[in-house]
């Protein structure tokens, strides 16, 4: 595993694939401050703040903590933003030269992009189940949340990976 300090430092341009999913991101971060603000006032005053692995809510906070989810998701995603143009930090599995060093930052921006729109929808998914679940409009975020939530992380890194490894057979 080789990391930034004697790698290449290079500033990697933006594709439209790059600004679709920004924008996507924002929209979905958008969306998660959105519908807390149109809700608040209906909310009762406890609502469901955590969910066990069936997807099941197992604790009720304040609505006041409804705003939890959306801060944490502006705070990651403006730190996955500023990380996502410097790959030149990142650790890879491979060795990064002046060769192959575009391909792989090329690869690992579109990974970071991909992880962040794929957190920041999952968290606005789980602010609105927490809103209807404390409305009486849902039972709970699914048992099918958390496979799908761990194996699409798993399938990003993966795909991005092989793509890594492409340019290092290369």
């Known amino acids: 595993i080789t990391m930034g300090a004697n790698q290449p430092k290079l500033k990697i341009k933006n594709t439209p694939l790059d600004y679709f999913i920004t924008g996507i991101t924002l929209i979905a971060l958008l969306l998660t401050f959105i519908l807390p ?3 608040f006032d209906i909310l009762p005053n406890d609502i469901p703040t955590h969910f066990n692995g069936k997807g099941e809510p ?3 906070s304040s609505k006041q903590s409804i705003w939890l989810l959306p801060f944490i998701s502006l705070l990651m ?5 500023w990380l996502r ?3 030149y ?3 890879y599995p491979t060795t990064v030269n002046d060769t192959n060093a575009t391909h792989i930052y090329r690869v690992s921006k579109t990974m970071v992009g991909f992880i962040t729109v ?6 606005l998914y789980i602010t609105s189940q927490s809103i209807a679940m404390a409305l009486d409009k849902s039972q709970g975020l699914g048992n099918w949340f958390l496979p799908v939530f761990i194996g699409g992380l ?3 890194l993966i795909c991005s990976l092989s793509q890594m490894n492409k340019a290092y057979k290369a």
């Open 77 to 81: 995603t403006a730190g996955l933003f």
């Open 118 to 123: 794929f957190i920041v929808i999952s968290f």
């Open 58 to 60: 197992d604790n009720y």
């Open 154 to 156: 798993l399938l990003i």
């Open 89 to 91: 930090l990142f650790n």
């Open 37 to 39: 603000a149109l809700n």
């Open 85 to 87: 143009n410097k790959p």
